[in-house]
């Protein structure tokens, strides 16, 4: 079992930056695989970057360039810090947790203003 927390959501203008964390408590956090989704209203949820427990990272074709993905097994948290950012970010961003089987946050909110 792991619990996932997020923080870090906020308003912010566009052109700005925030970084999202995402605390991991519970079983081995080292062994999952590590992913933030977002889901902007209307719309499905949907991948923004992900990290292998290896350390290899993919993005969505968005927010490549924009945003990276981090992770530090040793704090059990999982980053995104998200750079250039456009009003068609806002969403709810969830992180996400797989081995096996897979553990979501409750998300958090980032609201980008024109």
């Known amino acids: 079992q792991v619990q996932l927390v997020e923080s870090g959501g906020g308003l912010v203008q566009a052109g700005g930056s925030l970084r999202l964390s995402c605390a991991a408590s519970?079983?081995?956090?080292?062994?999952?695989?590590m992913g933030w989704y977002r889901q902007a209203p209307g719309k499905q949820r949907e991948l923004v970057a992900a990290i292998t427990s290896s350390g290899q990272t993919n993005y969505a074709e968005s927010v490549k360039s924009r945003f990276t993905i981090s992770r530090d097994n040793a704090q059990n948290t999982v980053y995104l810090q998200m750079n250039s950012l456009k009003p068609e970010d806002t969403a709810v961003y969830y992180c996400n947790a797989r081995h096996q089987i897979q553990f979501w946050g409750q998300g958090t909110l980032v609201a980008v203003s024109p």
């Open positions: 519970g079983s081995d956090f080292s062994i999952y695989a």
